[in-house]
């Protein structure tokens, strides 16, 4: 059994929600390693929806201790509200959240200079969710953030004025209002620290301790691969590392205390906000698998841009993350067509070209090649066996492996936890051993 990362191989919705979702209770704990409110799942759990943006989807498994690790940005206020929508829904969190004292405070001040940023920026927006992500994880690499240990702080005060000093200079030259003294803040900041002191803890040192009693962590990665603020197509990217890296940054978890990455894929692309999207499809055929995947934000409610299968993407992704296996999901969005092109290649000024550019003008100018395969016209939803799934539909999903690298251990059909193929070998049976049952038991069917 094995300390086992969840990772998004895209540009993130790539259906992690539902993979985490059924893996959980495999594990003893699930721990979150970086970005802010920015992510969202909707996790379906009895009839009722939740949705969660930074509390790990484990909390809804009766008992299963959660974690949010050093690598996160926290705004309290929305952390309150999930907590409340929980409570309500008579979840109990105490005793089993626990979040990393050295974890970023996100503030208001930081979402006043996002929105402020987007608005100014008119075409060259980066697309932000402008929940102040990117203006709270700029103030930890300069060293004026604050973590949330210290949002009681006696040095607060002081602490947030140079804070503020910053984010003011850059709001006022926007346009925006100046920001007034730090003592109200200050306040809030205190009041908050109060709420969130039950829950606060030196989540490396429990991680730690978990491993020495050999307890199982999954480690759940949000937004995606080519988001990564080094890896990703920068500088249209998000401000944290989801890639399998970040999980050890993130947590304090050694790399060698983690046995494995499971890469989630969808079985065609998708992306939210600016940048490259090579193969974008604009026409009807995008429209298709935006209407049929129903491709909206969860956060924004921003429609997605949509493509076909981009395989030098998640090639990339593939060895960035060290993958060895796949959840490859919304397999059943492809279910009617009569044919599925592939992206295996991009053709740049005459040179093909089968490595992820880094250069984003390079980028923005590669035209996609495509190997199109045939389709299969059948409902593969609640089918639960490889071998039952029609023919040209397995020799999509081998094409999809044999480009990327990876094999398909996970398969998913549909938004249910019982529309889900399990491979009966490979390296997540490895990874789960016994534990494998309780997915399967899970998945139910
Ligand atoms: P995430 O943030 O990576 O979980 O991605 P999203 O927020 O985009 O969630 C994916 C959405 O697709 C959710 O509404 C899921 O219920 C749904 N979904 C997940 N897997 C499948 C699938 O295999 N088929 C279909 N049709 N929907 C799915």
């Not at 603020?229 to 050890?248: C, I």
Request: proline share 5%.
């Amino acid at each position: 059994m094995t300390n086992l990362i969840v990772v998004g191989m895209q540009w993130g919705d790539e259906g992690k929600g539902k993979i985490v979702d059924l893996l959980c209770p495999a594990f003893d704990a699930v721990v979150r390693y970086q970005g802010g409110h920015n992510a969202g799942h909707t996790v379906k759990f009895g009839d009722r929806h939740f949705a969660l943006r930074l509390i790990p989807s484990g909390i809804l498994h009766a008992g299963q201790p959660c974690v949010m690790g050093n690598g996160m940005v926290v705004a309290p206020d929305a952390l309150f509200e999930e907590l409340d929508q929980l409570q309500a829904a008579g979840v109990e969190t105490a005793g089993r959240l626990f979040v990393s004292n050295r974890a970023q405070a996100l503030l208001p001040i930081h979402a006043d200079l996002d929105q402020a940023r987007e608005k100014a920026a008119g075409g060259g927006k980066v697309g932000t969710t402008g929940r102040g992500i990117g203006p709270a994880y700029e103030m930890k690499t300069a060293r004026y953030g604050l973590r949330l240990s210290e949002l009681a702080s006696p040095r607060l005060e002081e602490r947030l004025r140079a804070q503020m000093v910053r984010i003011e200079a850059e709001l006022t030259a926007l346009g925006g209002e100046p920001l007034g003294a730090p003592s109200r803040l200050a306040d809030q900041c205190r009041a908050w620290h109060e709420r969130l002191a039950p829950y606060l803890a030196d989540t490396e040192h429990l991680l730690h301790g978990w491993i020495d009693a050999g307890k199982t962590l999954l480690f759940e990665g949000a937004q995606g691969s080519l988001l990564d603020v080094d890896h990703g197509t920068y500088p249209f990217v998000t401000s944290s590392s989801p890639t399998a890296g970040g999980a050890s940054t993130g947590t304090g978890v050694a790399p060698s205390a983690i046995g494995g990455v499971l890469g989630i894929v969808k079985a065609y692309t998708t992306r939210v906000g600016g940048g490259p999207f090579p193969g974008e499809l604009a026409g009807e055929a995008g429209e298709f698998l935006r209407r049929r995947g129903n491709e909206f934000g969860t956060v924004t409610g921003r429609p997605r841009r949509c493509g076909w299968f981009d395989a030098v993407a998640v090639r990339y992704a593939v060895r960035l993350n060290g993958t060895r296996a796949l959840a490859l999901t919304k397999l059943d969005v492809l279910d009617t067509l009569a044919e599925i092109p592939v992206c295996v290649a991009y053709r740049h000024r005459g040179e093909v070209l089968s490595n992820f550019p880094s250069c984003l003008d390079t980028l923005e100018a590669v035209e996609p090649v495509y190997e199109v395969l045939e389709g299969w016209r059948e409902d593969t939803s609640g089918i639960l066996d490889f071998a039952r799934l029609p023919k040209a539909a397995r020799a999509y999903i081998a094409f999809l492996e044999e480009q990327v690298g990876s094999r398909v251990a996970l398969l998913s059909t549909g938004p249910r936890r019982e529309e889900t193929i399990v491979a009966p070998e490979g390296p997540l049976v490895d990874w789960l051993g016994s534990r494998l049952e309780t997915v399967l038991a899970q998945r139910g069917a």
